[in-house]
């Protein structure tokens, strides 16, 4: 446990000034560490740990395929039936053969989802047609099915720099209030991330976020930050019931290496189950539940709600941002490569003007000597004449 209680701080998924709660009188803060945690073993106390049938390093090579074509699998409807079934009954943990997590079914505590479930009735419900950023329509008729949908994001798919997305533009005080009522929930499922897959935690956490603050939101009066807990955008998903369904899709513009993270809420519902083609499972999941899994790598859908009416959130970070990230670390990079070759030629040419005055200088010193030669040479000459 104090071996990796030392690597979360090794590499910086806690830090002093990250820690979740106080530190107590008398306890170092590498202490507190160790203690969340324990408390967070603890509670995954008895999980079922499953093999998935295919591997990370399959799923993520298969990803480099062009977009918008599904698995075979996918293709064949009825396979569904015998895929291994893992319903709601507690923390659900998916390892490939080499033990990498594939994914991870945790439990949510009740008051989060109480509040998610008051806070997302007070946002507008939309009309069918509805229009929003991008062209799309707020009620969803297309690759996942047929709900209300909302994302709320901070992203560089369409810009060359972060920026929010429309539809929380358009929502504007109303959706803020949304993401600041939630943010226990966002928080509560970030810190599960941190430390099941602390890499990951990180990755999030880290450079793009300092560079994603440099920027500031349409109207200059904040700073951008993501809007998910430790993910940069949050979905928003209402409606889905018996009539609406969900279609098999993947999440192509996710980043590969990082999990997303669903919860349904609501009233109550019936079926739902999450469906993950290549990995050949249905993962039960109720009220009450978070999941993490790779949307981007794997082709998933929600299978048909028999009653009630299933909302759900998705929280989830755009590969635009991280690769904006990179082309600004590579500007700076060029920038230092510039600046120091400019010093370089600064400094060969102060040297150059050093050599040629130096020159100067012994030239003129040369000619002075000659002159003196002469002048003496002609005082001789004039003596000896006398």
């Known amino acids: 446990m104090q071996k990796r209680a030392n690597h979360l701080i090794a590499i910086k998924a806690f830090t002093r000034q990250s820690l ?3 530190v107590p009188s008398g306890t170092s803060w590498e202490s507190a560490v160790k203690t969340l945690l324990e408390k967070w073993e ?29 698995p075979l699998i996918a293709e064949e409807r009825a396979a569904v039936k015998s895929f ?21 079914r945790f439990k949510i505590p009740p008051h989060l989802l109480t509040t998610l479930n008051n806070s997302s009735q007070t946002l507008n419900s939309y009309e069918a047609g509805t229009s929003r950023g991008g ?8 690759p996942r099915g047929l709900y209300e949908t909302r994302h709320y994001a901070v992203w560089a798919d369409y810009s060359k720099k972060y920026v929010e997305s429309q539809e929380l ?80 899709h993947q999440d192509w513009l996710d980043d590969k290496r990082l999990f997303n993270c669903v919860a349904p809420f609501g009233e109550g ?62 500007a700076a990079a060029n ?9 370089l030629r600064a400094t060969r040419k102060k040297e150059e003007r050093r050599k040629v005055e130096e020159n100067a200088g012994a030239r003129s010193k040369i000619q002075q ?14 003596k000896s004449g006398m």
């Open 42 to 70: 603890d509670e995954r106390t008895g999980y079922l740990s499953v093999r998935s049938p295919i591997s990370f390093e399959t799923l993520f090579e298969r990803s480099r395929q062009q977009k918008g074509i599904f």
């Open 269 to 330: 519902f019936e079926g739902g189950e999450l469906v993950l083609w290549q990995m050949k499972m249905r993962i039960g999941l109720e009220i009450g539940d978070g999941f993490f899994f790779y949307g981007s790598l794997v082709a998933h859908e929600v299978m048909d709600i028999t009653t009630g009416v299933r909302n759900s959130i998705d929280l989830f970070t755009h590969a635009s941002n991280f690769e904006l990230l990179a082309k600004h670390e590579k």
């Open 20 to 22: 979740p709660i106080p």
């Open 335 to 343: 920038k230092v490569k510039h600046l120091v070759k400019e010093k």
């Open 369 to 382: 000597g000659k002159k003196l030669r002469q002048s003496a040479a002609c005082l001789m000459k004039n």
């Open 169 to 248: 533009l358009e929502d504007g005080e109303k959706g803020r209030e949304w993401l600041r009522e939630n943010q226990e929930l966002f928080d509560y499922c970030s810190n599960q991330l941190r430390f099941l897959c602390p890499e990951q935690y990180v990755r999030l956490t880290g450079s793009v976020v300092k560079d994603m603050a440099k920027t500031q939101n349409a109207d200059g009066a904040r700073k951008l930050r993501p809007l998910g807990g430790a993910w940069h955008e949050a979905c928003l998903n209402q409606g889905m019931d018996s009539k609406s369904g969900s279609r098999c």
């Open 135 to 142: 062209g799309r329509d707020r009620l969803r008729l297309g």
């Open 84 to 104: 291994a079934y893992y319903p709601s009954l507690g923390i659900l943990q998916i390892r490939d053969a080499k033990g990498v997590i594939l994914g991870y």
